[in-house]
């Protein structure tokens, strides 16, 4: 009978294994599969730090990596073995799978045409990388940003009365504390996004909702992911509240209100 790994446990009893047998492994920052075909390099599947670390270090056991920046070929041989290496763990229903779903099925396009790169990062933010799959695997982890040539990311956040008289006091220059029960701040990528969470949550829970926008270091902005928080449009940073004075020292220039919601008339 061929291996499984039943539960959580198993699979994270796995996970160590492999990376014990790693001498002078360092989980990436980031990594992920390319495919290039004709051309084009299409990212299959991006994980981040702490995100698929047992997928990371079955492909660093089938391409040899250990630590910093790398873009490795990966062979359809070793695609299979990287995939016959991941398999026992679908027998644990606890978890999601979705590196070896998207392994399976850029093995099945490469019978067709193309071939396959595993890519580590060893940092998300910092200059761009020569290599152009380290290049696409870092775009992907910053998909959807309004970064400047001047070398600022413009942010959007909705907020509610409180916080916006918060930043009135500071002459909108300071996002305010979070919260004790408030560990991240939530900027978000789309206006269109800001608006909707100011019409549709804020109006309810304070009686209004404004739309504030702003700018800050792209270098900065870089070093937190683009995150998906439900559909397509719906992008977000998350910086954790003891950054918030991190990215008050980079923002550039004031925060502005450009939208207000209220309560029909």
Sequence with gaps: MSEEWVTAEEVHAKRAEFEAALGGWRRPAAHGLVHEADGRLEVVRVNL???????AAILATVTGYRAGGAALP??????????????????????????????????????GKGSAVAVFADRIDGPAPADPHLRALLAEVHRGR????????????????????????????????????????????????????????NVDASGEGHVTRFRVATDFARRYPTRQAGGSGHLELWIPAEDLPALNAHLLGPVEVIGSFRPPA
């Design 74 to 111: 990966l062979s359809t041989a070793e695609l299979d073995r990287a995939i016959e290496l991941l398999a026992p763990a679908e027998a644990c229903t606890a978890l999601r799978h979705p590196n070896l779903w998207a392994w399976r099925l850029l093995r099945e396009a490469l019978d």
């Design 49 to 55: 730090e702490g995100e698929g670390p047992l997928p």
């Design 146 to 201: 309004e970064e400047d040539a001047d070398g600022g990311t413009t942010l959007w956040r909705p907020v509610g009365p409180a916080e916006l008289e918060l930043l009135r006091a500071s002459g909108m220059r300071e996002w305010p504390p979070r919260l004790a029960d408030q560990p991240i701040f939530y900027p978000v990528l789309r206006e269109e996004y800001a608006a909707e969470i100011a019409r549709d949550w």
